[in-house]
Every structure is written in structure tokens, then in C-alpha cells.
């Protein structure tokens, strides 16, 4: 059953997306939107994992104030929330992950197969619109004390048009045509944005139920890696070691892992404009690693 949901959830809308440039060649889509759809997805999605998530939510990094007010603005185009609030709900997500009072579980309802299939539902977009806020004053106080961060926030509203607005605009000056900027308004805009929620909402849910546990978390923790969403995530679905160690500046930290989000991470650190990276420690991340802790037990 699991294998089917993660099947329909991960698998299904991106066939469907592959199937459609195709058929739609030349009449509703062309190599202009795809490209500017490439764009947009690759800069917002950085500006959430590597903006919000991995530096304001979790501090994996010190960068200098334009790359963070810029790496806010990217995030905040995403559609996902302004960035304050963005920040507190993931916070309050690491305080009481799977267990009451995580805005996002999967577990909500219980363990039985209904009730974890009500929870990937809930967990991946049915809480978006429950009535349960977070407080931003109690979970991201030092955001609220920053007047640059404060000034994106406010900006959240206009910056919701300018990402629709722009791929119009560039599709329009690129293809000469107010149809070439619907196009690209449609590729580059609305399912851009759609994909980049679905993929963010996997990570919620699915990187919570199906997957690997090889390093050790909280006992009511049950965050998973899930491969199939690495490189289209930017690394965030090595999910587990980013629970086990969620200052981690690096989620993907054995072989073969891909992880985009760090790369950037590290090319921001050789120009100079963060510092203070908090990298994998070797022996910290072997101290988490289940395998190693069971066979020292057996050992001793």
C-alpha cells in the first residue's frame, strides 16, 4: 500500500508533466518556458533551502546581511509563506516532531493504515488549512528583531505578484507576444510554484513514513531519507540525518547523496559571503549512525 501512495504522490504528477511537453510542443508550451521554469524553480527552491531552512530556521551558517536579505527574497517568491512565519512553523516542527504539537505530522491519526493515510493527507496539505498558528514571538524572536528580515516579511504580498509577474514579463519580451508571456506565466508561474509546494509537502510527509532511519533521532521521531526526491528537494529528502542533526549545514553525508543545497552552501563560503558553515562532523554523524552504535553494543 505504501509503495502505491509514494507511487501516486511522487511518481504520478511528474509523468504527467513529462507526458505533456510533448504533446503540447509548439502550441501551450516551448524551450523558452521550459527553460524559464528552470530558472524560477532552481532560485526559489534555493532561496527556501538554503534561505529559510538551513540558515534562518536552523542557523547551519553565517551569511553576509545582502546575501541573507537576497536568499529571503528568493524564498519568499517560492508562494510558500512569508519568511517568518516560514521560520516558526519549521521550528515548531523540530520541537515536537511526530507528537502533539507538530503542525505536520503524519502520525495526527494513529498508526493503523487508515489513520497514516489520513496523516500523509494531513501532513502534506491539509494543514495548511487547519486553524492552528504558530507564534512567531514565542518560535522566531530573533527574526522579528531584525529589521531586514521584518521589512521581506511585510513585502510577502508584493513579492507573490512580482513572481507571476515576472515570468509573464520575460516570456513576453522573449517571445515578442502576450501569448508567449501567458506560456511562460503558466510553466514558469503557476506550475513552477505548484511543483516546488508538491516537492516541499513530500518532504512533510512522505520523508516522515517511507524511507530509510540509518542515523538515530528522537524516540518520537521518525524522519526518513527518500531518495527519489534528493536532486528535485536540493537534499532536503535526506531527511533523517537532518532530524538527527538539524544544524547540519550538509543533509546528504554518505556516498552518492546528492545534495544541491550544500554545494551552494559551499561555493557561498569560498566567495567569502558566509562563514561559520557547519559542516558533517565525522565523528558526530558515526555517533548517530544506528549501525555503528549496534555493533559497539554487541562488541562490548
Do not use: K
Given at each position: ?21 510533448p ?8 524551450p523558452t ?60 516542527h ?9 503542525p ?20 502534506h ?10 507564534s ?7 527574526l ?73 533521532t ?32 550538509r ?36 555517533a ?13
Amino acid at each position: 500500500m505504501y509503495v502505491t501512495v509514494t507511487a501516486l504522490i511522487v511518481i504520478a504528477p511528474f509523468v504527467g508533466l513529462g507526458l505533456a511537453v510533448p504533446l503540447l510542443w509548439g502550441s501551450v508550451v516551448g524551450p523558452t518556458d521550459l527553460v524559464l521554469a528552470a530558472v524560477f524553480y532552481v532560485v526559489t527552491g534555493l532561496g527556501v533551502t538554503v534561505g529559510f531552512h538551513r540558515g534562518l530556521t536552523h542557523g547551519s551558517y553565517t551569511a553576509v546581511p545582502a546575501l541573507r536579505i537576497a536568499l529571503a527574497v528568493a524564498g519568499s517568491l517560492s508562494f510558500q509563506g512569508d519568511v517568518i512565519d516560514w521560520v516558526a512553523t519549521h521550528r515548531r516542527h523540530h520541537a515536537f516532531t511526530d507528537r502533539p504539537g507538530d503542525p505536520h505530522s503524519p502520525y495526527r491519526y494513529g498508526t493503523s493504515l487508515r489513520g497514516q493515510l489520513r496523516g500523509l493527507v494531513h501532513s502534506h496539505i491539509g494543514w495548511l488549512f487547519g486553524n492552528d498558528p504558530t507564534s512567531p514571538e514565542h518560535f522566531a524572536p530573533d527574526l522579528l528583531a531584525d529589521p531586514g528580515i521584518r521589512a521581506v516579511s511585510r513585502a510577502f504580498p508584493a513579492l507573490c505578484v512580482l513572481t507571476l509577474a515576472l515570468p509573464f514579463a520575460l516570456g513576453w519580451a522573449i517571445g515578442g507576444t502576450w501569448v508567449a508571456g501567458l506560456t511562460a506565466l503558466l510553466w514558469a508561474g503557476f506550475l513552477r510554484i505548484a511543483l516546488l509546494h508538491h516537492v516541499a509537502w513530500s518532504v512533510n510527509s512522505l520523508c516522515h513514513v517511507i524511507g530509510e532511519r540509518p542515523f538515530r533521532t528522537r524516540r518520537h521521531d521518525r524522519a526518513t531519507n527518500l531518495w527519489p526526491l534528493a536532486l528535485l528537494s536540493f537534499g532536503e529528502s535526506w531527511h533523517n540525518l537532518h532530524h538527527a542533526d538539524p544544524t547540519c549545514a550538509r543533509h546528504g553525508v554518505d556516498r552518492g547523496q546528492l545534495d544541491p543545497s550544500a554545494a551552494v552552501i559551499r561555493l557561498f563560503e569560498r566567495l567569502g559571503w558566509v562563514r561559520d558553515v557547519r559542516w558533517p562532523d565525522p565523528a558526530r554523524v558515526a555517533a548517530r549512525r544506528i549501525e555503528t552504535r549496534r555493533i559497539e553494543t554487541e562488541r562490548a
